[in-house]
């Protein structure tokens, strides 16, 4: 069971917007952090935004102008709205979550990530 399911992605445009989600309900226990990463051609993965349990989001400063988050750890929830895409925006996109799972005598914190989603543009 893939406790993190991305949905949206696809090819668009230049120009065009796409927006992506992420459906953490079939996650256990306390969310404390959702974000988006991409991995894009020569890069490494990156943060691209995020929104912990407080309803404190960010978004990487050079994508803030153009990208946004909706929901939050309380819907268990994420989406990702991209606006203006580009060329340099292809790339997979994954969402992550941050969880707090506890019980009788036992605590921990699970990092979970989604199988990632493409995102092609093209000119």
């Known amino acids: 069971q893939v406790p993190l399911v991305e949905s949206g992605g696809g090819s668009v445009q230049t120009g065009e917007s796409m927006g992506l989600s992420c459906d953490a309900s079939r996650t256990d226990g306390t969310i404390l952090i959702m974000a988006w990463y991409r991995q894009v051609i020569g890069h490494s993965r990156d943060f691209v935004a995020s929104?912990?349990?407080?309803?404190?989001?960010a978004v990487t400063p050079s994508l803030a102008h153009r990208f946004a988050l909706s929901g939050g750890t309380t819907k268990r929830s994420l989406g990702l709205q991209m606006n203006n895409l580009n060329t340099d925006d292809s790339g997979i996109y994954t969402c992550?979550?941050?969880?707090?799972?506890?019980?009788?005598?036992?605590?921990?914190?699970?990092?979970?990530w989604g199988q990632g989603i493409q995102v092609t543009v093209s000119s």
């Open positions: 992550y979550a941050r969880v707090h799972i506890s019980g009788f005598g036992y605590s921990t914190v699970d990092e979970l």
């Open positions: 929104v912990d349990s407080t309803g404190n989001s």
